[in-house]
């Protein structure tokens, strides 16, 4: 119910509102398909990144919102805004002036942009990136009968993500999906 501060508290956070879905709705259909205990546990885990993946994608989203989403405005604790509020960077100021008048439709802008040279969206791309590559690395750890169906939920995940960037003017990192391997 509290805006806790900190990227140690955003990760407890999303470890308690996001990823549970995810992972008992895997987790679940693993045993239901007759799974065993420590395969079932891969594939919760998995589920878990996969939580993480989306929770990640939908800060950027909601970051990006216009009007301001009351990430902004409420003081929610959006990975993309933490980093911007919390990292060092030549306009680390400024975006904490404008934060109070998200509401603006030039201050958003503005602070939008910031996010941007901050570093906030690549920092978001890059813990985006890892848990995909945690993900895919733990499915080719597991002994599955099919492993396509978890790959593709996972892989699914690709589009969105680059079709984003691509809409808030930024393309995707060159050699994204070297970078994903």
């Given amino acids: ?94 975006l904490l002036d404008l934060i109070p008048r998200a509401a603006e439709p030039e201050a958003l802008a503005a602070a939008q942009e910031i996010l941007i040279g901050s570093g906030a969206v690549s920092y978001c791309v890059y813990q985006w990136l890892a848990r995909y590559r945690a993900a895919m690395a733990l499915l080719a750890r597991l002994r599955l009968a099919d492993p396509r169906p978890l790959a593709e939920a996972v892989e699914v995940q690709m589009a969105p993500l680059r079709h984003w960037l691509a809409g808030i003017g930024i393309a995707g990192p060159a050699g994204l999906e070297q970078m994903i391997l």
């Fill in 1 to 94: 119910m509290q805006n806790l501060q900190g990227e140690a508290n955003y990760w407890r956070v999303v470890k308690a509102k996001s990823t549970p879905f995810y992972a008992a709705a895997v987790q679940i259909g693993a045993l239901l398909g007759g799974a065993d205990a420590p395969t079932a546990q891969g594939i919760h885990d998995l589920g878990v990144l996969l939580g993480e993946m989306i929770q990640i994608f939908d800060d950027l989203t909601d970051a990006f919102q216009s009007p301001a989403n009351p990430d902004w405005t409420e003081g929610r604790n959006n990975l993309a805004l933490l980093y911007a509020r919390t990292a060092e960077h030549p306009r680390r100021r400024e």
